[in-house]
């Protein structure tokens, strides 16, 4: 079981930047699939970013490609989302989950098994 829990959320302005982590527990952090998801009021969860086990695959949901970067280091059993130029639709409760072993990425909510409580990103207009 690599169970997350997230930090580093907040309010920012529009165009500001703003870095999330995701702390995991359990020896085996490094063979599990991580991603973010985000949720914002009213609307359903949807994918942000997800990373394969080494790091060496990462995939954008479109509207945030090229601003978020999706990042690892398994010898702190940490994921990283950084978010630049950030805007007001990026409002929402960020949620770090864990994802299969030995995968590879994945979008679909319904392949992550653990769940964080959610770190909410508030951006100002």
């Known amino acids: 079981q690599v169970q997350p829990v997230e930090s580093g959320g907040g309010l920012v302005q529009a165009g500001g930047s703003l870095r999330l982590s995701c702390a995991a527990s359990?020896?085996?952090?490094?063979?599990?699939?991580m991603g973010w998801f985000r949720q914002a009021p009213g609307k359903e969860r949807e994918f942000v970013a997800t990373?394969?086990?080494?790091?060496?695959?990462?995939r954008y949901a479109d509207p945030v490609k090229g601003r978020f970067t999706i990042a690892r280091d398994n010898a702190k059993n940490t994921v990283y989302l950084q978010m630049n130029s950030l805007k007001p639709e990026d409002t929402a409760v960020y949620y770090c989950a864990t994802g299969p072993q030995f995968g590879g990425t994945f979008i679909s909510p319904n392949s992550y098994n653990y769940w964080g409580q959610g770190t909410q990103v508030i951006v100002s207009s």
């Open positions: 990373i394969s086990q080494s790091g060496g695959s990462t």
């Open positions: 359990g020896r085996t952090f490094s063979t599990y699939t």
